[in-house]
């Protein structure tokens, strides 16, 4: 089976959406591992599974009674965090300004 090939505009693409910056060889790196990766679960998809049966048991999709309790007050929450607000947690600014993730004001 051939491995799916990712052309660098794909891959730089992807390292945008994640905020990379990649080198050359990185890129490189990033497109034969990801080809690799694509092969892989084609591979797996391929595999004739109609036969396997399945537990003999009910499989548990839940491990406790899902009941609703209260939450944490604004204050106790805001009391922990490293930073605050008046209004809620501070965090560090990582979006560049003037970026496509960057919110209009």
Same mark, same amino acid.
């Given at each position: ?20 910056? #990649? &080198?050359?060889?990185? !890129?490189? /790196?990033? =497109? ?8 892989? +679960? ?29 939450? #944490? &007050?604004?204050?106790? !929450?805001? /009391?922990? =965090? ?8 501070? +965090? ?14």
């Amino acid at each position: 089976m051939e491995r799916p090939r990712f052309d660098r505009a794909q891959i730089d693409h992807l390292a945008k959406l994640a905020a990379l910056s #990649l &080198s050359d060889s990185a !890129a490189e /790196r990033l =497109a034969h591992d990801l080809g690799a990766i694509v092969a892989y +679960v084609e591979q797996l998809a391929a595999v004739d599974t109609s036969s396997v049966v399945g537990p003999p048991h009910p499989v548990a999709t839940s491990w406790r009674e899902d009941v609703v309790v209260p939450g #944490l &007050s604004h204050e106790d !929450a805001l /009391r922990g =965090a490293p930073g605050a607000t008046d209004t809620g947690f501070a +965090v560090p600014g990582f979006v560049p300004a003037g970026s496509a993730g960057e919110k209009a004001r």
